[in-house]
């Protein structure tokens, strides 16, 4: 749930409320044999999903420039996080330098849309 709604308690409520209705459609559906792809049809956007991907390091790089963004949006980041965080334990000489591409190539791709991150580090490194 987002935390703009999970720190909302009437919203809270209300978003829970719904979901629940939604869950026990879809089961009472599966249930009498609509194909749960037609059922899916009832699904909100945000519908969780699971997903199950295969990357090297090249495109774990890609991947976490990209996604580690403060830009990119907040599901994708907090797992790409998550991600980073686990091959570092795993390999940290590989991806001491994976992350963000503005805190590691000294690039922001959002242009107007910076979140200011590289303008501070590069001030901080000015300052010494």
Do not use: H
């Amino acid at each position: 749930m987002p935390l703009s709604i999970a720190a909302r308690p009437a919203e809270r409520e209300k978003f829970e409320k719904l979901m629940s209705e939604i869950r026990n459609l879809y089961t009472e559906w599966t249930e009498m044999g609509i194909p749960a792809e037609d059922a899916r049809y009832i699904l909100p956007n945000a519908a969780e999903t699971k997903i199950v991907v295969t990357m090297n390091v090249r495109s774990l790089y890609n991947f976490f420039s990209l996604r580690c963004c403060s830009r990119a949006q907040w599901e994708i980041r907090a797992l790409a996080d998550k991600m980073l965080a686990e091959v570092k334990e795993v390999a940290p000489v590989l991806f001491e330098k994976a992350g963000p591409s503005c805190v590691t190539n000294g690039i922001c791709t959002e242009g107007a849309m910076t979140c200011g991150r590289l303008a501070a580090l590069q001030a901080k490194a000015a300052k010494g």
